[in-house]
């Protein structure tokens, strides 16, 4: 048995804040004590009296002054769009014809998707990211790259098989059988396999028939635990496009209603254009609309009203997320820098504090695991990240007259990269540093 005790600041939510002031939402300890044993957390709480606790062969790591907190979640990117990252388009459509879908045809190759495979975990490890959600291609290879990958590293990941059958290259089309088969081979080969969750992933209505919709609702019915991740009302011209492709439903949401997609562990990327009717379906529903805010900047979509959704008589629930490759950084603090900008834009605030709840615990809970990652507390998964808000010459003169945590935490948000991560914690092994 390993039993490693890391010492340092730490910090935890028990809940979403209130406000600044809430310091009933969050542990916060200065000088603190994180005990793990085969990849758990078994005690936490002052150094000293988590020490008393410790065996005598327990490997001590001292990371003061720095913040450790759990790892990072990533609520929506997309494996195969490595490449795609800094694209240059004039919008959605654009950037998916142009750019997207021929990337995702190289995808077929096994030996392509296991490279990038390599290179997509590394950089989430570099940016404290412990969990994510991603896409894969349409091809099985891609879901079984991205799966071993998972694997080899530990680290719990959602992630599906792509399902499209029309509205884009012909590389890049399964059929409604295939999707089916296919989805249903990757669950078995995967899910439950290591830490892998298999979601259920229909690209978004455009790019399904409404055969392939039904096999999609097949699955669902027969996986009713599994995960469901699509996208919705990202841009002005989906959304027409769509509701133009299903002229008997309501609106956008209500197609994937329809076919039994809106449910509690239903992942909807974007829903910046949610009518009210919407809103009160996804919400009646418990699904999850996930914020991308550096993609919905730089596809110029639009602004995603989280503060307005969530405030609502009938709230919706949130995520959040980098959306690679259209989002442009990899990194959760650079996410909720711009999420901080959008809600400004909008004439709202978003605070330090429910910045970090949004990217932990606030993202396990919209995933339904935090139970397992997500928090510090005791029983749950030692995935961590520390975090160094003196990382740059330009952060350390300005944590000269940082006085509070708020504050620490706000300058690692809008300074902060990959440099500010000094190390990140998979299952309680030390990963990032045995990066080249």
Known sequence: MTTTLL???LLSFHRAPLSLADSQSYLYEEDGGLLVEDGLITAIGLYADVKAKAAEDT???DHRPHLIMPGFIDMHLHFPQMQVIASYAANLLEWLNTYTFPEECRFVESAHADRIATHFYDELIRHGTTTAVAYCSVHKTSADAFFAEAMRRNMRMVGGKVMMDRNAPQGLLDTPEMGYDETRQVISDWHGKGRN???ITPRFAITSTPAQMEATSALAREFPDLHIQTHL???HDEIRFTCELYPDAIDYTDIYARYGLLGRKSLFGHCIHLSEREADAMSEAGAVAVHCPTSNLFLGSGLFPLKALARREKPVRIGVATDIGGGSSYSML???DEAYKIQQLLGERLNPLESYYLMTRGNAEALSLA???????????ADLVVLDATATPAMALKMEVVKT???ELFLLQTMGDDRAIAETYVAGVALKAGLC
């Open 334 to 336: 650079r996410t909720m």
């Open 233 to 235: 009302s990202e841009n």
């Open 59 to 61: 490997v001590e790591i």
């Open 197 to 199: 969750h298999v979601a």
């Open 7 to 9: 010492r340092g600041r």
């Open 405 to 407: 945590l708020p504050e």
């Open 371 to 381: 139970d397992r990652i997500g928090t510090l507390e005791p029983g749950t998964e």
